[in-house]
Nanobody
């Protein structure tokens, strides 16, 4: 079991930045693939960024490519999502996810463990 707790959400203006953090505990964090997903109002949850346990190349959804950056610090059992140039279409509940597999997962069903989410709101 991996327990995930997100933080860092809030209200910002369009064009500003936020950094989300996800603190993990439980099963060995370093051997889990990690991801950030989001679910906007009336929309399905979707992966926006993902990183394999080995720290190799990341995946980004087209909607966030070039603006968001995912990283992990295995010593701190934490994964981050740096969000720059936030747009009015970015507001959502952002969820951290973990999965004990090799490689990178780009589907919601790839991940076994989920946090409770943190709200991001962007005013235009």
């Amino acid at each position: 079991q991996v327990y995930l707790v997100e933080s860092g959400g809030g209200l910002v203006q369009a064009g500003e930045s936020l950094r989300l953090s996800c603190a993990a505990s439980g099963r060995t964090f370093s051997t889990n693939a990690m991801a950030w997903s989001r679910q906007g109002l009336g929309k399905e949850r979707a992966i926006v960024a993902a990183l394999p346990w080995s720290g190799g190349s990341a995946y980004y959804a087209d909607s966030v490519k070039g603006r968001f950056s995912i990283s992990r610090d295995n010593a701190k059992n934490t994964v981050y999502l740096q969000m720059n140039s936030l747009k009015p279409e970015d507001p959502a509940v952002y969820y951290c996810a973990a999965g004990p597999f090799i490689g990178i997962g780009v589907r919601i069903k790839d991940y076994a463990y989920w946090g409770q989410g943190t709200q991001v709101t962007v005013s235009s």
